[in-house]
């Protein structure tokens, strides 16, 4: 799927986006947060200013663990988890 330009859901820079095709959500690449995965509802929290400030610290600290992270929200917390490999 083409990249599509969107603010970054984590930090409201300017960054791309695709809709994932196995689950709702998009793959985001932004320059300052790296890549991610974020999950519908996650994302719609995300937009509105409920973010909790250990989602960047989690999804930094997965990246520099090589992995991919995913950000999903399951009420009433929000959970960051690597991307599943085969589904990245």
């Given at each position: ?28 690449a ?13 994302f ?24 991919l ?20």
């Amino acid at each position: 799927m083409p990249l599509e330009p969107a603010d970054c859901p984590l930090c409201k820079s300017p960054a791309e986006r695709a809709p994932l095709r196995s689950h709702d959500g998009y793959s985001y690449a932004c320059p300052s947060c790296g890549s991610f995965h974020i999950g519908g509802l996650a994302f719609g929290k995300a937009t509105h200013g409920h973010l909790p400030a250990h989602v960047h610290i989690d999804v930094r600290r997965l990246q520099a663990e090589g992995e991919l992270p995913r950000i999903d929200f399951d009420a009433p917390n929000f959970h960051v988890k690597p991307v599943a490999r085969g589904k990245q």
